[in-house]
């Protein structure tokens, strides 16, 4: 006889709540000598090896890793597809940068071929830094995100994303219509939306490349699938908010427009939210909305600092982005060293085990699924990454003088890259390896 049953042995830990809300020692759980076990692309049980190796049948295979640490998949709440050709662009600041490297880009989804070779490119990028489910951006073609979801089908992967709709303040050669965003959105629904593990988002880029007569039917679309996810950009750019004031004079706030058009929700994720104030993070924790923190981009861009404790005390859910390509790294440990210096520059810190669960079951919490992902409890999703303390001569030599699991946590987010990732799984299924 033969199972499909496997273990896998290593250091493991993972987030079981928010630092912010309970004390440190209660927000996660650690096994030095750990072991978990998945079958059936689910963990049906995790916790120390002395406690699980005897109850195994005799045939399960157990995966050993030394010098490893096993965590539940990264979750990555805000990213471009469109925008993996132009990472790394320079010399502009939001709204110069979109006209000048974004838009031009973004043209050539419209090409099939093109669409499925960046989505390749795009997914391997995703799995090669250990994330495993992303909230993404298309372009405002169709042929995007059949791509994308296409080939994150093909390796059963947990990923949320969707169609740019923005019908002006865009090149011609860019914008839909409010009627054909409807339309094309509602197509790709029917298409995508809970097959497999795929879900789709209703996608306005931003409140000044949509009309009122677009937003509005981004509103009905959400109203039509109420389990539909909605994304959209807020507050990232200083000039961009005035911008949003002189295109909507009549609403009293950049979320105020989002809001009067029916797109909050528990399902919403707002990226950036940099130059919030007080009242709209109120109104995202009254209505279930979420905040992508996006570090590394809004150094990038110059955007500003988000101010996570704001967020907290109003107990906002926060997940992270790396927002390739303003961002300029795929990897989620990359963006975590970018987050604390966000901290810091505030006076204000971000502790490993904070990091740990912005980087999972944050981001699980933004996105709702924290029952699949973002943990590794018996019962979800075998998500997860295999961390390799050697992956690099300064990280081995570091981590021999870490002593606890704090510090080692912290080196692998300070020192770490897509180096560090040894193995990504995706419902128990090895997609990556180093």
Known sequence: MTTDKKAYRAAIVHSIADPAEVVVEASYEYFEDGLMVVENGKITAVGHTRDLLGKLASDVEVVTYKDALITAGFIDTHIHLPQTGMVGSYGEQLLDWLNTYVFPVERQFADPAHAAEVSDIFIKELLRNGTTTALVFGSRHKESVDAFFTAAEKLNLRMIAGKVMMDRNAPDYLVDTAESSYVDSKALIERWHGKGRLHYAVTPRFAPTSTPEQLSLA?????EYPDLYMQTHISENLKEVEWVKELFPERKNYLDVYDHFKLLGERSVFAHGVHLCDQECERLAETGSAIAFCPTSNFFLGSGLFNLPMAERHKVNVGLGTDVGGGTSFSILQTLNEAYKVMQLQGAKLSPFKSLYLATLGGARALRLEDKIGNLHE??????????????????????????IEEKLFVLMTLGDDRTVSETYSAGVLVHKR
């Open 219 to 223: 509103g009905q679309l959400m109203t």
């Open 379 to 404: 019962g979800t999703e075998a998500d997860f990454v295999v961390m390799d303390f050697n992956a690099t001569p300064l990280l081995s030599y570091r981590m021999k003088q870490a002593t606890s």
